[in-house]
């Protein structure tokens, strides 16, 4: 990676590692739920216009959005409400193991006895933070975020069934769907949103506009960026900064002290996730490998759907690698686009 994409990813690291401790201060002025509807309700007014609606995947979208949005941040953020910032941050990385193990229930990628051991490192790590004998987190606040970072997974595993859509278009369109699922699962669990909104402070709107505009829309601007021009396994460790970004900005900003017991359970917890996203051999440099089975099916779909919605063959084929390079994380982009130009030159019209 150039010095420039270098800093890129260690830009969104931080960017979402702020995010996070700031929530914790939006969680001192809303409640969970509404702070999370009014988040995801200023991502969609700020990137709504620019991106066209995915008519086709409009039911399946609507499913993500309400199981990694609403489930998701309902669960994750009441989680984050009983726990420190820093203990919290750690845990949900059991998000990358989670995701590793449910592709492979459900899309049958390949698990291998690595990621089999960055799962069980990653539950070890839960475990030493949960029974550290001082400053015990509340367990009910442990599970909350567990379950946080499984359905975090399970969205994911979603998103990657579908095909490709395009970052903004699912961002966009994932927000319009779940802010106002928030605001009713707001309505039904919690109290006081009046209250909340009437007496917020400049910090609290300060913090809504960060988590909706910077962390949200502008971090996954950079995120995708970095995932086009780069295998996926260069990109997914710098995500390995992001719970170290934001236990120091907890220290920092909201004066916690984690114990030796948290941080050697999130240094587990982000060794397991280290080896989870980390493949063996050398990466982007292995030759792309021809279409077959499932992953024929998913790569068309995605080429086929660009064309069918007006984009040119560049367009579909940009849709077509990154689905592609999902599964083959070790191919190189350029690599996997010629592969696949071939393959839709020869291929029929449909």
Do not use: C
């Amino acid at each position: 990676m150039k010095p420039f994409d270098i800093l890129l990813a260690v830009t969104v690291a931080t960017t979402w590692g702020l995010g996070f401790t700031l929530a914790k201060i939006g969680l001192g002025h809303f409640p969970p739920m509404l702070l999370m509807a009014l988040r995801f309700t200023l991502t969609a007014i700020v990137l709504v216009w620019f991106v066209k609606p995915p008519w086709r995947l409009t039911g399946w979208i609507f499913l993500i959005a309400l199981i990694s949005g609403t489930i998701q941040y309902s669960l994750t953020f009441n989680g984050l409400d009983r726990l420190d910032a820093s203990t919290a941050v750690l845990i949900i990385q059991l998000e990358v193991p989670f995701g590793a193990l449910l592709a492979t229930l459900f899309l049958r990628e390949h698990f291998g006895w690595h990621r089999f051991v960055g799962l069980l490192l990653g539950f070890a790590g839960v475990v030493l933070i949960v029974g550290a004998p001082q400053a015990r987190p509340d367990l009910v606040g442990v599970f909350l975020v567990v379950g946080g970072a499984f359905t975090f997974a399970a969205g994911q595993v979603m998103v990657r069934a579908i095909g490709h859509v395009g970052g903004f278009t699912l961002i966009a369109w994932v927000a319009v769907f779940t802010a106002p699922q928030l605001f009713v699962a707001s309505y039904l669990f919690e109290s006081g949103q009046i209250e909340a909104i009437r007496n917020a402070t400049l910090e609290a709107w300060a913090v809504i506009a960060y988590l909706g505009i910077v962390m949200t829309a502008f971090g996954y601007a950079l995120w995708y960026r970095l995932l086009g021009h780069h295998p996926v396994n260069q990109v997914m460790p710098f995500l390995l900064l992001l719970p170290v970004m934001s236990v120091v900005f907890s220290v920092v900003l909201l004066g916690e002290s984690p114990t030796l017991f948290v941080l050697g359970g999130g240094a587990l917890v982000i060794l397991g996730v280290a080896i989870t996203v980390m493949e063996r051999g050398p990466r982007g440099n292995r030759k792309a490998r021809p279409l077959s089975g499932d992953d024929d099916g998913a790569v068309t779909r995605a080429y086929h759907a660009q064309r069918e919605a007006g984009a040119d063959d560049d367009a579909a084929i940009d849709a077509a690698v990154m689905v592609y390079r999902i599964r083959h994380t070790d191919i190189a982009e350029d690599k996997a686009r010629a592969l696949l130009a071939r393959h839709f030159a020869k291929a029929p019209a449909r």
